[in-house]
């Protein structure tokens, strides 16, 4: 079975500054997909970044980025440039290469707030 | 081209009555996902169905949950006999029918409140 760690419940940053959100995982597959998502007070959730396993490269999209460490089973979120918009709970989760089955091991979330 | 669409956004129920809560997956999907939200915990994987077949239900409770994708109409998340530990947020999300990384796109949510 996987875990998702989230470790930080919450965490604060001015606006235009940029903030890190940890986390962690444990599997022993080798083959899987990281992903980062975003759930406003609408409570939509919101796919931000994804990252396959098998890549080294780091994924980025615009203002986010992630420094995935496989061997320390790490998978960070960098967002530059923080916008109030960005205020959010920010859920990291991991999803086993399993044919067509896509279900998500979520982590508890972290609340981001971006102060003006 | 419509999203996941889930309904009721809210609903409320008595302990001992039935919830029913309908998603209709993304135009040309065909997996469905359930999941809970506990308040400040993240989601949990309740099942996983395509069309007339659930794939996997490794994370539903035994007793009281049943779901279900008809060929025709959405897909219902059952709870007979609601208790107070039922009230959460229930997430659908859909996929196409394609193998690795799908990407799930979530609906909005349907969410229960039992007194």
């Known amino acids: 079975a996987q875990t998702v760690t989230q470790s930080q419940p919450e965490m604060s940053v001015q606006e235009a500054e940029t903030v890190t959100l940890s986390c962690t995982y444990d599997t022993s597959e080798n083959n899987y997909y990281l992903f980062w998502y975003k759930q406003p007070p609408s409570r939509q959730m919101i796919l931000v970044i994804r990252q396959e396993a098998y890549k080294q490269q780091n994924a980025t999209e615009n203002r986010f980025s992630v420094n995935f460490q496989k061997a320390a089973k790490s998978f960070s979120l960098k967002i530059s440039d923080s916008q109030l918009g960005d205020t959010a709970m920010y859920f990291c989760a991991f999803m086993k290469r399993d044919g067509a089955n896509s279900k998500l091991t979520f982590g508890k979330g972290i609340t981001l707030s971006v102060r003006p | 081209n419509a999203g996941v669409m889930q309904n009721p956004r809210h609903l409320v129920r008595r302990r001992g009555q039935e919830a029913r809560l309908r998603c209709s997956p993304m135009?040309?999907?065909?997996?469905v996902y359930w999941y809970r939200q506990l308040p400040e915990e993240g989601l949990k994987f309740m099942v996983y169905l395509q069309k007339e077949n659930i794939i996997d239900e490794s994370g539903m409770p035994k007793e009281r949950f049943s779901a279900e994708f008809p060929k025709e109409g959405p897909s219902i998340l059952r709870i007979q006999q609601v208790v107070r530990g039922d009230s959460a947020a229930y997430f659908c999300?859909?996929?196409?029918?394609?193998?690795?990384?799908?990407?799930?796109?979530f609906g909005a949510g349907s969410r229960l409140t039992v007194l």
């Open positions: 135009k040309g999907h065909s997996h």
């Open positions: 999300a859909s996929s196409p029918r394609t193998s690795g990384a799908n990407v799930l796109t």
